[in-house]
C-alpha cells in the first residue's frame, strides 16, 4: 500500500514519461548475434515471439498491452532479473518516475505489495521531501546522459515498511538502475560550465534554480526503471538510536522511551519484544530515588529490596550480562511472579559499563522460551556504550534538574523567610474557604541590606581554550605521525594531501580558534583520516601497532584527545566545590547570628546575594551589629576561601586561581517574588541601578589604565559613597591585626561603565604566610570584634 504521498509525488513529476521496451530489444539483438553468448539462443527466441506482438516495440501508452502479453513481458524480465533470486531480491520495474509497476520479483509481491504493507518515507521531515527526491534522480539521470557528469550521490530517501498486522518495521534504501531508461531532448539544450555545475550541486534542494539552469519541460523519459530495495534495517536502525541517545531529554521522555523500544523491536526482529532500562549508582541503595528506571516491570510494583537475590543483582555484583531461557526454571520470588504476570519467558539483562563503572542496566524480554539469546545481544554491542554513556548524561541531567528545582524551591521558600508564605498561604485559604476566589498576594520584603559577593575563576575563558588548543594539536601531531609512517609503506598521494590539511589545521588551532574551528576539525579527523587508518591498518600488517596507539590515546568515551580539556574542567570543579563548602560551611554559623536571605549560583565561579533586615524576620529584633557581623563574615570568607584555594593548587592538573570581590551597598531596598520565576528580584527603578551593576563589576578596570581591579589574591570591595568603605576599613585594620591580611590597602577610582558610574574600590591582599589559620575564626566570635551604634 504505497503511501499517497508518495504516488503524487510521481504523478506530479514535471517531465513526460512513457513505458518502453525498445532499449532491452535493443540489446537483445546484440545478445543474439554474438553465438558463444549464453543467452543467444533465447534472445533469438524472444525476439521471434515478438515479431508476433509488434504493439511490444512501441511506446506503451495503455497497460492494457502488459496484461495481454504478460507471458511475453516475464521472459524479457528474465534478461534482466535472476530468476534465482527471485525469492531474495525484493526489485521491481515500472515507467519512468511513475508508480505503475508492471514486473515484481516473488520477495516483492509477498513483502511489499500486500495491502496490509504501508509505505513511506522513513524520515519526511521536509516538505515536498519525496517530490523533490524523484525529481533530484530524474536530474541525476539527465546530467549523466547528456552532460556526461556521473557523481556518485545516492539520493537521500529511505523508506519504512510497517506491517499493519503487528506493527512490526523495516527499512529499505531504493537503488535505481536506468540503463534501460533513455531522454529526450525537445528544443535546445542549455550548456553548463564546470561553475554552474558545481553551483547545483551547492544549491541541491533549490529546485527552482534547478529549473532555471536545466527546464524539466523540456525532457521525456521513455523506457523502464529497474529498482531494489535493500534491506538496511540493522545499519539505519542502528543509526538512529545513536542519534537519538545523543538526545538529552530522549531516555527521559515517555515518547523518547517508546520510540527507542520501536526501534529495538525492528532491530531484534521481535514484534512484542519487552524492553527497559535503568540507570543507578548504588543497587543496595533506592535504584528509584533520583534515577533513571524504566524497567519492564514499573518501579511501582516492586520494593527495591526485593530485587535481591534475582539476576538484576546476579547482573550488577558481576558486571556481566544474564540470560534467563526460561524464567519458569527460576525459583520462586516477587521479580520472577512479576514477570510471570506479564508473561514473559525468557530474558536478557546487560550491565552498561564506563571505564568499568556500572552506569545502569537494559534489559529485554520475551514471550517465548528461548527466544533471546547472545547472537541477538551482539547485535547491540556497538550500542552498549552509547547507552551507557546517555544514561550517564541523562541522570546527570535529571539530578542537575533535581536539584534546580530543589534549589528554587528553597530559593523561594528559604528557611528564615518560609514564615511569610505561610501567611500569605493561610490569608488565601481563608478567602476561599469563604467562598471567595484569590490569589496568593504579593510578597515584599521592605528596607532590606543586601550583600553580594563573586568568587570568579581567573582567566577561565583563556585556559578553556588552552586546554582545547593543546588537545586539537597533540591529536593533529599524531595523525601526522601515522600518516608520515604510512608513506614509509607505501607511496600514496592522498596521505601526503591529507598531511598537508593537517598543517593547515595546526597552523589554524596556533593562530587562535575561532567560532567553529574545534567542530570543523573533529570532523576532519573523524571523517577524513581516521578511516584512512582503518584502511592501512587492514591492508598493511606493519601499520596496525601504528593506528592502534593512535586510536588508544583517544578518550574512551568521546573518542577524540581530551585531556587538557579534562584537567581544565576537572580543576574548574574542584574549586568551585571547594568554594560552594566554604560558603555552605560559613552560612550555616552565619544564620546562627541572624536569620538573614541567602542564596549561592554556579557560574565559571560562585556568585551569591544575601539580604539583612527586620522585615525578613519574626520575634527577633533586628540592630546594625548584625549586618556588621554579616559584613565581617563576608570578608573573613573572603579570605578562607583565598587560602583554601591556594592550597589547593597543587593538586590541580590546570593550575587555576580565582579573583574575589565584594560589591558595598548600604541603602536599604525593597525586593519582591516573582511568582512567574519562582525568585526574588529587586524592586523598583532606583533599585534596579544594584542590580546592573552587579552585572558589570567583575570587568572594572581602574581608572585611567587598562588593569582590571580584581587580581588574583587579593580581594576587591566597591562601593559608591566614601562614608560605605569606612566601616569597612576598620574590619581590614583588624584583620591585618590578626594576620589574615597584609598590610597595604590600595584605594581606586574606576571606569564608568554602562549603567555603573562613579564606582571606587579598595584592594586589599590576603597573606597566605601568615601562621594563623583562618579556621580559628568562628563566626559567633565575630560579635566580639564589631561595637554596635
Known sequence: MINEKIKCSFECAPFKSTLSFEYLIAELKNVSKIQKNPFSEAAQKVLKKLDDAPMLKKPIEDFKVIRENRDLVDQLMLF??????????????????????????????????????????????????????????????????????????????????????????????????????????????????????????????????WNEKIPLEKFEFTGFIHFSYIDITAEYVISQLKSDLLDKNFLVSQEGFEGIRQKIRALMEIQDLEFGLAAFSDFNSNINQNAIWKSIIPDSELKCEEYKGSMYETAYVEKRIVITDDIKTLKGNKVVSAFLKRGLSSHIIVPLLLDEELVGMIEFG???????????????????????????????????????????????????????????????????????????EPIIFSDVVPIYGATDIRNSSVERTNAIQADLTEQLALAKDVLLKGLEHQDMPLLDNLIYKIGLHMQTVSSGLKAGDEVSILEFLNKEIE???????????????????????????????????????????????????????????????????????????????????????????????????????????????????????????????????????????????????????????????????????????????????????????????????????????????????????????????????????????????????????????????????
Request: charge should be neutral; aromatic fraction near 10%.
Open 531 to 789: 578511516p584512512v587508518f582503518l584502511q592501512l591498518r587492514s591492508r598493511d600488517q606493519g601499520m596496525k601497532k601504528v593506528v592502534e596507539g593512535y586510536f588508544n590515546q583517544m578518550d574512551k568515551e568521546l573518542g577524540v584527545i581530551y585531556k587538557k580539556r579534562k584537567d581544565f574542567e576537572d580543576s574548574l570543579t574542584m574549586i568551585n566545590d571547594v568554594v560552594g563548602e566554604v560558603l555552605d560551611d560559613e552560612q550555616l554559623k552565619a544564620q546562627k547570628v541572624f536569620p538573614h536571605y541567602f542564596e549561592k549560583y554556579r557560574t565559571d565561579g560562585i556568585e551569591y546575594n544575601a539580604y539583612v533586615g527586620q522585615s525578613l524576620v519574626q520575634e527577633v529584633e533586628y540592630n546594625e551589629i548584625y549586618l556588621k557581623n554579616i559584613r565581617l563574615w563576608q570578608l573573613l570568607s573572603k579570605v578562607k576561601i583565598a587560602r583554601k584555594i591556594r592550597g589547593l593548587i597543587p593538586s590541580l592538573k590546570t593550575k587555576l586561581d580565582v579573583t574575589q570581590l565584594i560589591l558595598v551597598h548600604s541603602n536599604p531596598l525593597s525586593i519582591t517574588f516573582r511568582q512567574d520565576e519562582k525568585k526574588f528580584d529587586v524592586a523598583g527603578a532606583y533599585n534596579i541601578r544594584y542590580e546592573i551593576t552587579k552585572k558589570r563589576i567583575d570587568k572594572a578596570v581602574i581608572k585611567g589604565t587598562q588593569d582590571r581591579l580584581t587580581q588574583v589574591g587579593k580581594i576587591a570591595i566597591i562601593y559608591s559613597h566614601a562614608e560605605e568603605i569606612e566601616e569597612y576599613k576598620k574590619y581590614i585594620e583588624y584583620m591585618i591585626a590578626k594576620g589574615y591580611l597584609k598590610e597595604v590597602i590600595e584605594d581606586f577610582e574606576l571606569e564608568d561603565m554602562k549603567g555603573a558610574s562613579g564606582l571606587r574600590a579598595l584592594r586589599v591582599e590576603v597573606d597566605f604566610g601568615a601562621i594563623t589559620s583562618i579556621d580559628d575564626i568562628v563566626i559567633s566570635e565575630v560579635s566580639e570584634m564589631v561595637e554596635p551604634n
Open 80 to 209: 534482466v532479473f535472476n530468476p534465482l533470486n527471485d525469492n531474495l531480491d525484493i526489485s521491481a520495474a515500472m515507467a519512468p518516475f511513475t508508480p505503475k509497476m508492471f514486473y515484481s520479483t516473488k520477495l516483492f509481491d509477498d513483502g511489499i505489495k500486500g495491502e496490509h504493507i504501508k509505505i513511506e518515507l522513513a524520515k519526511d521531515t521536509e516538505k515536498d521531501s519525496m517530490f523533490l527526491a524523484v525529481v533530484y534522480q530524474a536530474y541525476l539521470i539527465i546530467l549523466q546522459k547528456f552532460y556526461g557528469f556521473n557523481p556518485k550521490i545516492d539520493v537521500p530517501f529511505i523508506y519504512k515498511l510497517t506491517n499493519e498486522q503487528d506493527q512490526s518495521e523495516k527499512y529499505y534504501k531504493m537503488v535505481v538502475n536506468s540503463k534501460y531508461t533513455n531522454v529526450k531532448v525537445h528544443g535546445k539544450l542549455n550548456k553548463l560550465s564546470e561553475i554552474e555545475m558545481k553551483e547545483l550541486f551547492d544549491r541541491s534542494t533549490d529546485l527552482d534554480f
Open 366 to 440: 520475551s514471550k517465548e522460551p528461548g527466544k533471546l539469546n547472545m547472537v541477538q545481544v551482539k547485535r547491540f554491542h556497538e550500542l552498549f556504550p552509547v547507552f551507557g554513556i546517555a544514561l550517564k548524561r541523562s541522570k546527570e541531567e535529571l539530578n542537575d534538574k533535581l536539584r534546580a528545582i530543589i534549589q528554587e524551591e528553597c530559593t523561594a521558600i528559604h528557611p528564615a523567610v518560609e514564615w511569610r508564605f505561610q501567611e500569605a498561604a493561610s490569608k488565601m485559604l481563608d478567602v476561599n474557604l469563604s467562598g471567595g476566589a484569590s490569589t496568593m
